[in-house]
């Protein structure tokens, strides 16, 4: 329901073009706009997606009475008074099965082979297709609101996790739930993961997503901890879904997968850096998936990992920025 009052021209909106985004100013021409636009998009997303068709008709209702709307001001978020039909414009297009070139990954993991996999994917997509903007996600430590703001974004999405009794990851489970409720139309899915005895998370991954209306691929499967063979396994498996999924031609040579290392399973072993920046003494360490420098001397607070804390000494748990 909404309100308009005629006298000055302002639209009471109610929920609509709202955003969960509190700012001590009030209007819109007041705060950073990439920020307030982001707010409105992942409201959107994450509430009004399985509505869009009655978005769409009943914006158009509205527009049909031409009125004029010198501002709107919903239930709650930013006031709308520098150019309030942005936002209306800003819907009718997310109505519209909207995407981008983009493609959202998100995993959850128990001994981080899921998570290599999702490295090595997104490695060998951006291979084929370096424009094709690539997020990828940690569901047991990233906002879940944002995960689903950035497939909302996507041309596709990729769903990995660890087996676990048969079953997906609990977390992984959650998200599925929430994407079928949310009903998103003309997106292409796939799913991944690693294995110990039996590779059922990943099958049932694929179900659920033929179940959300996905239009998906084959699956990629990796047995244990995967080595430098399974590696350029993902790597290939990501060349060939940045060319299934492509939304323009391709005009480039993707490196050979068979020139990665094949080194078993080292893939997320750490090596002592050796750069110009690093001499033969220094006790940084480096990520050889991600290629992230730990550095003794800074240490990582955010992970409780204090300055001065040698390699040795960092937690078994520990992570490099780039997996958080």
């Given amino acids: 329901m909404m309100t308009y009052m005629t006298e000055d021209a302002v ?3 109610n929920d609509a073009f709202g955003q969960h985004y509190c700012d ?3 209007f819109n021409d007041e705060v950073d706009q990439a920020e307030l ?3 409105c998009l992942r409201y959107y997303s994450n509430i009004l997606t399985p509505f869009s068709p009655l978005v769409t008709a009943k914006i158009k209702e509205v527009l049909s009475f031409n009125l004029p709307v010198d501002m709107i001001a919903t239930s709650h978020g930013i006031v709308w008074r520098e150019n309030p039909v942005q936002i209306i414009e800003k819907y009718l297009e997310w109505a ?3 995407q981008e070139d983009r493609i959202t990954i998100f995993y959850d993991t128990m001994s981080n082979n899921t998570r290599m996999m999702a490295d090595a994917i997104a490695q060998g997509i951006h291979e084929v297709d370096p424009g094709v903007a690539v997020k990828v996600f940690n569901v047991s430590r990233q906002d879940k609101n944002e995960i689903l703001a950035n497939v909302f974004r996507s041309k596709a999405v990729l769903v990995g996790s660890s087996t676990m009794n048969n079953v997906m990851m609990p977390k992984i489970a959650g998200m599925l739930e929430e994407i079928t409720g949310l009903r998103f139309k003309q997106k292409k899915a796939a799913a991944f ?11 049932r ?6 179940d959300a209306g996905f239009e998906t691929t084959e699956s ?4 244990w901890r995967p080595d430098g063979k399974a590696l350029r396994e993902c790597r290939a498996y990501g060349q060939m879904l940045a060319k299934k999924w492509a939304l323009h031609e391709l005009n480039v040579t993707p490196m050979s997968v068979e020139s990665a290392p094949a080194e078993p399973l080292s893939a997320q072993v ?7 920046a690093h001499g033969d003494d220094c006790q940084c360490m480096i990520c050889t998936v991600c290629n992230w420098v730990y550095d003794p001397a800074i240490g990582e607070p955010n992970q409780g990992v204090e300055p001065g804390t040698p390699w040795e000494q960092v937690p078994d748990h520990f992570l490099c920025l780039n997996a958080i």
């Fill in 96 to 98: 519209g099965d909207y």
């Fill in 24 to 26: 001590e100013r009030l």
């Fill in 11 to 13: 639209l009471f909106s």
């Fill in 220 to 223: 990629q499967k990796t047995k």
């Fill in 270 to 276: 750490p090596e002592p850096a050796k750069t110009e």
């Fill in 37 to 39: 636009f982001e707010q």
């Fill in 205 to 210: 991954i694929h179900s659920r997503l033929v």
């Fill in 193 to 203: 993961g690693s294995y110990g005895w039996n590779g059922g998370a990943v099958d």
